[in-house]
């Protein structure tokens, strides 16, 4: 678990997926489809790096 810059607790994306089942990529999968509410993540450390192997990507 880490803490954010403003005291909020939040648990990395493997933490997540270790501790409620899915895998990685479906936890992504869904925040990006909007079915999750924002991460607050880094969008830089990603930016211009595609995902792939999630259901509806190309």
Do not use: Q
Not at 13 to 41: C, F, M, N, Q
């Amino acid at each position: 678990m880490t803490h954010g810059t403003h005291g909020e607790s939040w648990v990395g994306i493997g933490e997540l997926a270790a501790r409620t089942g899915p895998p990685v990529k479906t936890i992504r999968y869904y925040s990006d489809i909007g079915l999750l509410p924002e991460s607050g993540r880094a969008e830089a450390a990603t930016a211009g790096t595609p995902r792939t192997g999630c259901p509806g990507s190309d």
